[in-house]
């Protein structure tokens, strides 16, 4: 079960003007559920997209990122079940053929198709299931998808993850909805992850890339399962531009620093849910690294404790073993590091204090914090007044048996 993330209720979804989304089930995945999306952007629509730094990307990124360098997109094919990646040319090919055949029944350019797969990896995507399912997910397009999509875009997510929120620009309400997909292959480093954000805001294209880029900085590239980057992450984020107010043209303006507060908070709660619902996931851990040199430094700290099976299995247990937590700030590589400035807490907790087990520190204290369904980690490195925060859970057997049992 995830974290303390209720189910996804469709009534707290709110619509785009200018977007629709169309499900379909194209028997992709071998459960008899919905496992193909298409969304539609109305003309004039202008799209940001971050995807993997993974040198192995697959193929729909390779393509997405062509197509977009081309063309502004107005078709976004997403199908789950399978992530069309180490097929070399001929998942190129076969992602081409699945937005050819959008674009023939759209009647647009096939480079205004993006494509984007998650699944297993290795196999062949099945084009002609695909293409067959097509006219049904044209058919089905609907403003009012949100809550089918978002479910159809699962994997081994447990949980549908979408949010919605509303904010005032120039007297004008403006409406930001996003959803996203992940549980395991956890660790988006660009920005198996998908993320799709919309918004009705007015905004230039140079303005929409920052606020997508700062917000997925602090959200979607803070956040880990298992250390592993997926070779298909992808992260949108497109303005439609119906709202009634002046185009936003500065990203220091009041507007756009308006417009990236929701943004960012949005990511910041889609990056959580997937945190939240991390595959046997029974914790959700903050990891927060103070007092550093640099963010660079407290971020790389943060992400040695967050990556220790160590430290997350203890969690799992229960088990307020700091030692395991010690020795991971002392190997993440931090050049001329003293230890005996470091002070470490379990929430309020303090575990250890300059280098060496706190003085009022008692292992029932550790034990109340570590039996919590939520633990905050804060290390004070003492070396200067950068800090940063990572996201993370635990490692239970469900993780093992999940990735043991993936591909049967």
């Given amino acids: 079960m995830p974290v303390n993330l209720p189910p996804l209720k469709q009534d707290g979804l709110l619509v785009i003007n200018g977007i629709k989304l169309g499900i379909a089930n194209a028997g992709i995945k071998k459960e008899n559920h919905p496992d193909l999306v298409l969304i539609e952007l109305a003309g004039g629509t202008i799209t940001s997209a971050v995807y993997t730094q993974n040198a192995f990307c697959a193929a729909p990124v390779t393509v997405a990122k062509q197509h977009q360098a081309q063309a502004t997109p107005r078709y976004l094919l997403i199908n789950s079940g399978n992530a069309n990646a180490g097929r070399g040319e001929a998942g190129l090919e076969a992602s081409v053929s699945c937005c050819q055949a959008v674009a023939d029944l759209t009647h647009v350019k096939k480079n205004k198709v993006l494509p984007f797969s998650t699944g297993v990896i290795g196999q062949p995507l099945p084009v002609d299931k695909i293409k067959q399912a097509i006219p049904n997910v044209v058919n089905n397009l609907s403003a009012d998808n949100w809550f089918a999509a978002a479910h159809a875009i699962m994997t081994t997510d447990t949980v549908a993850k979408a949010v919605s929120k509303q904010i005032e620009i120039d007297g004008v309400i403006i409406t930001v909805t996003g959803m996203a997909k992940g549980s395991g292959m956890i660790r988006p480093d660009m920005a198996t992850m998908l993320a799709y954000i919309a918004t009705d805001a007015a905004v230039e294209q140079t303005v929409l890339d920052e606020i997508l880029t700062d917000a997925v900085a602090q959200s979607f590239n803070r956040i ?164 940063d925060t990572v996201w993370t859970c635990d490692f239970s057997y469900d993780y093992v048996k999940i990735n043991a049992e993936y591909r049967t």
């Fill in 224 to 387: 880990t399962v298992d250390g592993d980057t997926s070779t298909n992450d992808s992260c949108l984020l497109m303005a439609t531009g119906k709202a009634p107010h002046s185009l936003i043209t500065d990203f220091g303006s009041n507007e756009a620093q308006i417009l990236y507060q929701a943004v960012a908070e949005i990511t910041q709660q889609l990056a959580h849910a997937i945190i939240r619902d991390g595959e046997g996931a029974t914790k959700f851990v903050e990891i927060t690294v103070k007092q550093g040199v640099d963010t660079e430094e407290c971020r790389q700290v943060a992400y040695t404790i967050a990556h220790s099976p160590l430290v997350k299995t203890a969690l799992f247990a229960s088990d307020p073993n700091w030692g395991r937590i010690l020795a991971a700030v002392g190997r993440a590589g931090i050049e001329d590091f003293d230890l005996s400035n470091v002070t470490i807490y379990l929430d309020n907790v303090c575990i250890v204090e300059q280098g060496e087990p706190a003085v009022n520190y008692t292992e029932e204290k550790g034990q109340q914090v570590m039996e919590k369904d939520e633990i905050t980690i804060t290390v004070e490195l003492g070396r200067g007044k950068a800090e």
